[in-house]
């Protein structure tokens, strides 16, 4: 299935990546031969036939009890950090 | 002595009658490991110094009579595997600077076995990947022919065992990670049922898909390590409270009535005819251990590479979200605003593979084209779920090729992604149904190992590692080391 | 414009509310780090809420069980089988990329709620659905030049968003709906509705149409409104933009707007301008939650005396006004502090229920305080009331030993007793008290007695003063009444 380079913007761009011009062609070539390939799914008959949510049937989520069992680890969390200061993660003035 | 070529069960025995010290093992497969870096390439990180220490708390341990089943071992761990304190890169320049601030639960609970971590395997980026030519630290090599692959997306692991560098390395399969691999280079790998081992700290690629497991040279040390890897995980939710069996016990109940299931569709056209050769021979060595082998049908299994190639990287390109350049891994320099923060910071940390699944997967997602792709794919994985689940209603296990063909040359699949990915034909079903499954050595094509799958249904680990270990007592295939690593 | 003038211009306005009130859990909804307002920035985030690689989400049990009784308290369908999405897009406060939320399979289901309006009518709001979902962090921008900082401690908080159907007509129902809900969180113990602080929020969904017009107008989305006064002015901006707008041949714009309380106006949000596809997809982190009936019954024993079982109730006991009963019931503290007065006077609800919405209402307002602060037990007033009902002391006078003892914290009796304000009822005190007055007036008395009837207020108050307030009024009434005529 053919995607055009605006749909290849359009996905780089909900996906936060950038893309350079030459790599753009390259996605856009082999995100269509994947799609072409993905289309055989279309030779299944899935009517009454439920999504699988998980592979193992019958289970259901365990409930946590709600009991506090953290401590303050912000220092060894922010570690790995780029940029903090006064315990705050920083980015690029946001603008609401 | 060549205790490289012995087993992690040998070895644990070695240790317990004082035959060496931990910290000569240790620093044995250190060495080991430093002297073939340069040409195979499996390792991103080495841990000589902190293992060392590690080694000489457990000669102390070993001494006093102390220890548990692991103590004193070394292992490696995948590089997807959060190790506390340790660099934990995932193959990738986004995560070239993380250092995790704790263990994965299986990495824990191998530690409190004993084991001692002596480095982070190399493999392809985000665990997405064939062959391990993805990794932003360059390709791993195959022990057997270096110009070769050795499989993904563990190769790092495989190679580590096969090369024995190590007895024994972790490693995780969502599309046949560890099987594919596995079969390259020769080596046992097992992936356990969905839920068996815990994904808490095990980077995810593809959350419903991916599973911890382990490389091995036998079924015999793998049962070992997946007792004590195996297990509920409260941080997990997806991991199932069922107690873990003695695998290792469970190694040598008699094999005879096992009821073996030939899967007609893994025997199409695809297979290498030499590669079909010494799968045929490995099943007449089960019919001479009193198996029956019957032919059974899958007929939607055709469908599993299209499923998986919608489902995996769906959940990918949300799991894969988190790494914005903001909390850990790579941030571009010098952001103009917010959006190019996040562009550049990901467009430079990922690699193209990883871009690629990620765009698939936020297109599947997205509106307008959930139903026709990701809904349907989840459909057809319950009908590839629902045959295997048929197909189990009459025989014990699955047997069949792990791979289409023996490794195959640097460079010569990446070009198309589709070539590559139909590299995972034979495993990708076990993953989607959330099935156990195993590879062992069955021989030669060429010289290049050859790997046999088995496939179980949920919760079946122990059979799996009895039939592999019936099949290991009867061959030597397991055993064999390339020329230059023996 | 005023609402009336609105519809008389031949529009309607249509309004929806979605309320995220966060759940008074002691830890988070997928981690167990504390919820607790005002720690220092990223204390309170651990490993999951930070979204860190390798890190898995379980969901605490308690923010089921408050969402279920949310449910039920609005006579909602519980969902037995409910299921978290990923709802997914990129902002700094959002670290793992993606909102664990509800999309299709809400934990509750369509509900309603009755609203008493100013004028005393009733009407039913529906409740779409309330879902479960997990609260982003905040964005810091003060006293950060270039940047902004951003703090999770907030991030993982429980929240259930309660969707309203498109039907109130007029600012003042969203409003009084807004109030219903927020005094219904609170009297479920399941959200502390502390606006200021963030746990009680509102987004207002506003469009308007001609009269008679079957289809709804685009409507334009006011985020995060918190407090009762905004809500209400934002609409009426809102409304009076879009009307304004259309008849002067504009199109009203589907998009997200912010109030500015300052301006007194709504604008449009620059950073989420772009409508976001959110791909939704359920979470493979988490599994379905399966309540059975024991599950759901065992919270329905726990649901309170609801507010308005407990207004009819309160109609019906106390003899009370369907308004007076609404004023104590709006608060459960309240409520339960107004019984604890009655049932020490039992035989004056009424006398109870004025002193609680005024005396004491005005008196916690001008200290910022609520009652369950604790400041006047409630035997303490019932102690004063008990003072007017035997008469001890006037209403007037009662007041003044309010004041006292607010200020003191001392007792009716003990403040009566230090300062001689008991009332006088001697009838032969009371005569000599006249007698002095008239004596010393005999001016007024003459006129008085030539007719001027409005005098007797003049004797009122000067017998009052000469008694310092403490003339028994209705037995003073009954001797002026006597011996003024002569």
């Not at chain 3, 207004?311 to 019984?339: I, K």
């Amino acid at each position: 299935m053919a995607l055009t380079r605006e749909q290849i913007e359009n996905i780089a761009h909900l996906a936060r990546l950038q893309l350079q011009p030459a790599e753009l062609a390259v996605y856009q070539q082999s995100l269509s031969s994947i799609f072409d390939f993905v289309g055989e799914l279309n030779k299944a008959d899935v009517t009454s036939v439920a999504p699988m949510a998980h592979p193992l049937p019958g289970q259901s989520q365990r409930l946590r009890a709600d009991v506090v069992t953290e401590t303050d680890r912000h220092e060894i969390n922010q570690q790995n950090a780029p940029q903090v200061a006064a315990g705050l993660y920083l980015v690029p003035k946001v603008i609401e | 002595m060549k205790t490289h070529t012995l087993s992690l069960t040998q070895l644990a025995k070695g240790l317990r009658a004082k035959e060496y010290s931990s910290v000569e093992l240790v620093r044995g497969f250190l060495d080991r490991i430093d002297a073939h870096q340069p040409t195979l390439n499996a390792m991103v990180t080495i841990l000589r110094e902190p293992a060392l220490v590690a080694a000489q708390a457990a000669d102390k341990d070993l001494a006093a009579g102390r220890g548990g089943p692991l103590t004193g071992l070394p292992i490696v761990h995948k590089d997807l595997f959060c190790t506390e304190g340790v660099l934990t890169t995932c193959g990738s320049h986004m995560l070239d600077n993380f250092v995790s601030p704790y263990d994965a639960t299986v990495v824990a609970k191998l530690k409190s076995a004993g084991a001692i971590t002596v480095a982070k395997a190399n493999m392809d980026e985000f665990a997405m990947g064939s062959s391990n030519e993805t990794s932003y630290f360059g390709p791993v090599r195959n022990p057997w022919n270096t110009d070769l692959v050795p499989g993904g997306s563990s190769g790092g692991s495989a190679v580590t065992v096969a090369a024995r560098l190590a007895p024994a390395a972790t490693a995780t399969d969502t599309g046949g990670s560890i099987r594919q691999p596995a079969a390259l280079c020769g080596v046992t790998g097992i992936k356990p049922t969905y839920g068996r081992v815990s994904r808490y700290g095990m980077i995810a690629f593809a959350s419903s898909l991916d599973q911890g497991g382990v490389i091995t040279t036998s079924a015999a040390d793998a049962a070992l390590l997946m007792r004590e890897m195996s297990g509920f995980d409260p941080n997990d939710s997806t991991s199932v409270d069922i107690p873990v069996p003695d695998y290792v016990a469970e190694l040598d109940a008699p094999l005879a009535g096992l009821k073996i299931g030939l899967l007609k569709e893994f025997f199409d056209t695809g297979l290498d005819a030499e590669n079909e050769k010494r799968i045929r021979d490995a099943l007449a060595v089960y019919e001479r251990l009193g198996a029956k082998i019957q032919e059974v049908s899958l007929p939607n299994l055709p469908l599993s590479v299209p499923a998986y190639y919608v489902v995996a990287p769906a959940e990918c390109s949300s799991n894969l979200a988190r790494f914005d350049g903001v909390r850990f891994g790579h941030r571009a320099k010098d952001p103009r605003d917010l959006m190019d923060l996040y562009k550049r910071s990901r467009g430079e940390g990922f690699g193209a593979e990883v871009k690629r699944r990620i765009m698939t997967g936020t297109y599947v997602l997205s509106a307008g084209y959930y139903d026709a792709y990701y809904l349907k794919a989840q459909k057809v994985r319950q009908l590839i779920a629902d045959d295997f689940k048929r197909a189990f209603g009459t025989v014990d296990v699955l047997m069949g090729p792990t791979t289409p063909t023996a490794a195959f040359p640097l460079g010569d699949k990446t070009s198309d992604p589709i070539t590559m990915y139909l590299n995972d034909i034979y495993t990708i079903g076990a993953n989607l149904a959330g099935l156990p499954a195993m590879s062992i050595p069955c021989g030669f094509v060429g010289g290049l190992p050859v790997g046999l799958q088995i496939v179980g249904p949920h919760f079946s680990e122990g059979k799996l590692l009895n039939a592999a270990h019936a099949f290991q007592r009867e061959t030597d295939w397991h055993s064999r080391v390339p020329e230059p690593f023996k | 414009m005023t609402e009336q003038g609105m519809s008389e211009t031949g529009w309607e306005t249509v309004i929806g509310l979605e309320i995220h009130a966060q759940l008074a859990t002691k830890s988070k909804i997928f981690s167990g780090s504390a919820t607790a307002y005002g720690a220092p920035p990223n204390a309170q985030a651990n490993l999951v809420d930070l979204g860190y690689p390798g890190v898995l989400p379980v969901l605490n049990g308690q923010a089921v069980r408050m969402a279920v009784k949310f449910g039920l308290s609005i006579g909602a369908k519980i969902s037995r089988h409910s299921v978290f999405a990923r709802k997914n897009y990129f902002y700094p406060d959002l670290p793992k990329g993606y909102q664990i939320s509800q999309y299709e399979l809400p934990i509750v289901a369509r509900g309603s709620i009755e609203i008493v309006l100013d004028d005393g009518a009733k009407k039913v709001v529906g409740v779409t659905r309330a879902h479960l979902e997990e609260d982003a962090g905040k964005s810091l921008h003060e006293g950060l030049p270039g940047v902004s900082g951003i703090d999770l401690n907030r991030a993982g908080t429980p929240l259930v968003e309660i969707v309203s159907e498109p039907d109130m007509r007029s600012a003042k129902e969203a409003v009084a709906y807004m109030k219903k809900v927020h005094t219904l969180v609170r009297y479920l113990e399941i959200c502390d509705g502390n606006m200021q602080e963030g746990s009680f929020r509102c987004d207002a969904n506003v469009s308007v149409r001609k009269k008679g017009a079957e289809k709804y107008g685009t409507r334009a989305e006011i985020k995060n409104l918190n407090s009762f006064r905004f809500v209400e002015k934002a609409i009426n901006y809102e409304v009076a933009r879009q009307i304004d707008l259309l008849e002067s041949g504009g199109k009203v714009a589907q998009e997200t707007r912010l109030y500015d309380p300052d301006k007194g106006e709504t604008r449009s949000m620059r950073s989420k301008e772009e409508a976001n596809d959110y791909r939704y997809f359920p979470d493979p982190d988490l599994l379905p939650v399966e309540l059975d009936d024991e599950f759901v019954e065992t919270i329905r024993a726990t649901l309170p005396e609801l507010p308005d079982q407990k207004a009819m109730r309160f109609s019906s006991q106390y003899g009370l006004s369907e308004y007076d009963a609404g004023v104590l019931t709006a608060s459960r503290e309240l409520a339960d502090y107004y019984e604890a007065v009655a049932r020490e006077v039992p035989k004056e609800p009424k006398l109870a229920a004025n002193w609680v919405m005024g005396e004491l209402a005005a008196a916690l307002n001008k200290d910022g305080i609520e009652v369950q602060s604790g400041k006047l037990p409630a035997e303490r007033l019932a102690g004063l009331l008990k003072r007017i009902e035997d008469q001890t002391i006037s209403g007037k006078i009662a007041k003044e030993v309010f004041e006292a003892m607010w200020a003191t914290g001392a007792t009716a009796d003990a403040i009566i007793e230090e300062k001689g304000l008991k009332q006088i009822t001697d009838t032969s005190a009371i005569e000599k008290a006249i007698d002095e007055v008239m004596a010393k007036n005999p001016g007024q008395l003459a006129d008085f007695r030539a007719g001027k009837d409005k005098l007797f207020g003049f004797f009122v108050g000067q017998v009052m003063k000469a008694t310092g307030g403490k003339a028994n009024p209705a037995q003073l009434n009954e001797l002026l009444k006597k011996k003024l005529p002569g």
